[in-house]
């Protein structure tokens, strides 16, 4: 990886943390590999991730990716919400895509830096 910032999408956090994901073994390699980089982690990836671990793990595994993210403030970046500019970008896609995989590609337009993510939607839209 040649960046040292990376927008980082809800698809690794999920595998990172839910030892039965079946990306998990390749999630433990990416962090590993995001190690003393600067995240880039928006508001929606965190919503959504709690919400996908909380279902899928319980609260005290939601709760500690919420502390990981929150004590690391050094290395992770939380960028504003820019709803509209986030909403006009949505609406030029033809394709169904979610809104927070729409806002991760803006972003990532944006600020020109990779997101890492196993979500082949997300990879295909951003070639």
Do not use: C, W
């Not at 994901?21 to 990416?30: F, I, M, T």
């Not at 590999?33 to 709690?50: A, M, R, S």
């Amino acid at each position: 990886m040649e960046s040292y910032r990376f927008i980082v999408d809800s698809s690794v956090f999920v595998a990172f943390y839910y030892k039965d994901d079946s990306d998990h073994n390749e999630a433990l390699r990416v962090m590993t590999d995001l190690e003393h980089k600067l995240l880039v982690v928006h508001p929606y990836v965190i919503q959504e991730v709690v919400t996908v671990l909380t279902y899928k793990a319980g609260n005290k595994t939601a709760g500690l990716f919420l502390q990981d993210i929150f004590d690391d403030a050094s290395d992770i970046i939380i960028p504003p919400v820019t709803i509209y500019a986030d909403a006009e970008f949505f609406k030029s896609f033809s394709k169904k895509v979610s809104f927070t995989d729409a806002t991760l590609i803006h972003l990532s337009k944006t600020l020109r830096i990779p997101v890492v993510t196993f979500d082949r939607q997300i990879i295909s839209l951003l070639r």
